[in-house]
């Protein structure tokens, strides 16, 4: 069922309990929106918070998570509850109305509802949902945490179509907060376009980046992209793991590329190069069959997978 975004004056943590510091283009828009209504709380790191730009008041609470190395495979999952459920009687103990995670563990929120159900009584609970509903494919466990928490908890989806699968699937109560279309901040206002592919990001699978590396190939163009285990093999990829200048090479590259299959999550990297009229060059998905309609005037071009 879809439920309107709506917001009344409401005393709200916003929880993000796995530092996505990729998201914060999209935190700073949300929280300004969430904060013009609502006496809003950030409850997260430090490397976070510094990285966030809000122009409305809000609170900052800086949580310490523990060393990462510590909590390697399963063990990460027990952390993430742990995390959740300490943010949780937080927001209970300072009387918030709402708790909003940012990004979330499926598994750490599913637990909480069936182990600990009374910290869910007296605050309303929202999660956006990013990789989580791709990931309900792959674990039986996860289906089950998921629709098992469908009752205490609603979704923050950035697509409708997104929410109404997990509706149908699920029984799972959502609304939409359409993804921020963010300009670029440039002292140039033209770019000259160059003989390169930019994939920016992390998310790769083998198929699609040899389909991308094959297309570069043939036109003479150059694929600079994050290091992964296949960059190597071929002599005109130019990988780096982290990009300083990367919103140049978004404007200046030839295409942006997109080289993942995701079915009910977005690109964060389809909406930048939307907003700022860039070439996208993608291999087909559902998402992308489903943002290409909703969004008909992005410049995408689709390459056919290497099977």
């Avoid at 997104?162 to 907060?177: C, L, M, N």
């Avoid at 030839?254 to 993942?260: C, G, K, L, Q, V």
Wanted: some cysteine; glycine content about 2%; hydrophobic content about 40%.
């Amino acid at each position: 069922m879809k439920a309107k975004l709506i917001l009344k004056f409401m005393s709200i943590l916003f929880v993000e309990t796995k530092s996505c510091l990729g998201h914060v283009s999209y935190y700073n828009k949300y929280l300004e929106f969430l904060s013009s209504n609502n006496n809003v709380e950030v409850y997260s790191t430090n490397a976070l918070i510094e990285k966030l730009d809000v122009k409305n008041d809000v609170k900052f609470k800086v949580v310490h998570f523990g060393k990462e190395k510590i909590f390697k495979k399963i063990l990460y999952n027990f952390k993430q509850v742990l995390l959740a459920r300490k943010a949780l009687k937080y927001a209970i103990a300072n009387g918030k109305n709402k708790v909003i995670f940012g990004a979330y563990d499926t598994f750490a929120i599913g637990i909480l509802v069936i182990v600990c159900p009374h910290l869910f009584f007296n605050v309303n609970v929202e999660v956006f949902e990013h990789n989580n509903i791709d990931q309900l494919s792959k674990s039986r466990i996860k289906r089950y945490l998921y629709k098992a928490s469908s009752k205490k908890i609603k979704s923050i989806v950035f697509e409708d179509y997104i929410g109404k699968f997990i509706s149908s699937k699920y029984s799972r109560v959502y609304s939409v907060y359409k993804h921020p279309l963010v300009k670029f901040r440039s002292t140039t206002s033209k770019y000259i376009k160059e003989d390169f592919v930019f994939l920016p990001s992390y998310a790769v699978e083998e198929s699609r980046f040899r389909s991308l590396a094959e297309y570069c190939q043939l036109n003479n163009l150059k694929l600079v992209c994050k290091t992964n285990i296949w960059c190597k093999e071929y002599s005109f990829v130019i990988s780096k793991d982290y990009f300083s200048n990367y919103e140049s090479l978004m404007k200046s590259c030839h295409s942006i590329a997109i080289a993942n299959d995701f079915s009910y999550r977005v690109s964060g990297v389809f909406y930048e190069g939307y907003s700022n009229d860039c070439r996208l060059l993608v291999c087909e998905s559902l998402m992308i069959q489903n943002l290409k309609i909703i969004y008909p005037e992005a410049k995408v071009t689709i390459l056919k997978v290497i099977s």
